[in-house]
């Protein structure tokens, strides 16, 4: 109560002196904005997650012999830290494309009963290439090289 | 300080002397003589929407349980990818009730949002968002949207096959926003792709960030509804007053009922269908068959399925997003947008458009259930 009084005083004595009282509360307003700010700004920038340095093979040699994958199959193969998907045509030839699916991020199949890549999210589909047939999905999956050194399968990137 | 000879006498002394004293020590300190006369004044009107108010209270019910149950899984629950799967499992499996637990918790969140959304939709229908409520019912709907956002960051937690591709569907849908989508994603998978830094962030924000802003949200959204008191339906102001309820005891004991058959109706069916784990989740392993949300998700998952991939140039999830976006908005605005109901007169045009959405909502996830729907096989 007395400091309100006091204030209270303060403010009839000088009832005129509006400039400078405008000034202090800039300052003052500035000031406490330009605080904030500094506060927020660090934690802003912590909740976005530091870009980490993806593995930049680009050239994987797989556990799978080429002997292990029939032909009409397919199984899923992670590439420099991303799911790849490594089939095998019905004609015997291998190819290696990415799992991820363009819509919305899920992982593919491959279809053995239709010869096809789907997608079960969305019901998204795809031929052989990798080309995006039916569905919600906006492109086609990338395709990448595939070798066979000896018995081994080499994944590059094309 | 009734002695040994007080006994002898016919009249008994006043009981409970000390104990008022006691109390009355402490209602000098505390003050709540304020609270007891408000609670004291509090009604309820009774008319043949009445029944509606009891939604309210069965919502805030609910969330109480969701928090007692989160609050006990906590103690075992482990947010790391290489033991989250693990730790719920031995929550299913080894600790006493923890079955009984996780599933309260499962089926709660479930039966929680069912009855925010008809607690809404009966608040919608009888009008309560005119003035002075309008905003009741902005806060009441940034709490439904918070109660999605506890439903979406809650179900990757298990870290189990269906939530992680749920999880991947979930964070990649705000990149499609223009310019600022790719950063959102990134910022709520705390990382470029769903690894273990999203379900850290997930746990985050599931057990501090959003019961932080319920708390204050659901605190703004009561003080309101204190503040106003219940609203009349509009069609009923004009019939001739049919009284009220007192809320203590009478409104309270009959919510109480209510309360006690929820918790039965948990328990039963934690009892019979325990919720399921599924399979850990592998991300070098295609989505299965069959994959899809929580049904609350079902209708937003469907209506994903049909947009082509481009529509007059624009990318489908694009405007997809956009669409949810735009209904968000107008779901949390509609007080404003109709102030015609302010003014206490009806409005049909309002009540057809929310027909609409919500029969539209109700057949996708009609279609999201069907068999052909979900697998396409």
Known sequence: MPILSAMKASEVAAPDDTSRRRWIRGLLGTSLGATIVSFLYPVLRYLVPPITSEPSQSEVELDVKASQIPPNTARIVPFAGKAVLLLRTASGELRALTATCTHLACTVQYRLERSDIWCACHNGTYDLNGTNVSGPPPRPLTKLDVNVRGDRIVIRRA | ?377
């Open chain 2, 1 to 377: 300080m009734s002695g040994g000879t007080g006994l002898s006498s016919a009249e008994p002394e006043p009981p409970l002397r000390r104990p008022n004293a006691a109390l009355g020590w402490l209602r000098d300190r505390l003050g709540w003589d304020n609270l007891t006369h408000l609670a004291a004044k509090k009604e309820v009107p009774i008319h043949r929407y009445t029944a509606f108010y009891y939604l309210g209270g069965m919502a805030l019910f609910l969330f109480l349980v969701q928090v007692a149950t989160g609050i006990l899984l906590l103690l075992y629950y482990r947010p790391s990818a290489s033991e989250a799967f693990e730790s719920v499992q031995y929550i299913m499996a080894e600790v006493p009730f923890g079955w009984l637990i996780r599933s309260i918790h499962s089926w709660g969140a479930n039966l929680f949002v069912g009855i925010v959304l008809l607690h809404m939709a009966s608040v919608f229908f009888l009008k309560a968002y005119r003035a002075p409520r309008e905003m009741t019912w902005i806060t009441g709907a940034l709490l439904l949207f918070i109660a999605l956002g506890f439903g979406f960051s809650g179900y990757l937690l298990p870290w189990n096959e269906l939530s992680f591709f749920a999880t991947r569907v979930g964070t990649d849908v705000p990149a499609q926003i223009p310019w600022i989508g790719p950063l959102l994603s990134r910022i709520l998978r705390g990382g470029s792709d769903v690894t273990g830094a999203t379900l850290s962030r997930f746990y985050g924000i599931h057990v501090a960030i959003l019961p932080a802003i319920t708390t204050l949200l659901l605190g703004l959204h009561l003080l309101l509804v204190q503040k106003h008191g219940m609203s009349v339906p509009l069609s009923v102001r004009r019939d001739e007053d049919r009284g009220a309820l007192r809320f203590f005891p009478d409104f309270l004991l009959r919510d109480m009922v209510g309360w006690l058959v929820a918790v039965g109706i948990l328990a039963a069916l934690s009892a019979l269908l325990p919720w399921e784990l599924g399979k850990k989740a592998d991300p070098f392993a295609s989505a299965p068959s069959g994959i899809r949300p929580e049904w609350y998700f079902l209708s937003m998952f469907q209506a994903l399925k049909y947009l082509p991939a481009k529509i007059a140039g624009i990318p489908g999830e694009t405007l997809g997003v956009f669409l949810f976006g735009l209904l968000a908005f107008v779901v949390a605005a509609l007080p404003l947008l109709d102030p015609g109901a302010s003014r206490e007169r009806p409005s049909p045009w309002w009540d057809r458009l929310a027909t609409l959405v919500l029969v539209a909502a109700l057949a996708l996830t009609v279609l999201a259930l069907l068999p052909a729907g979900g697998a396409g096989r």
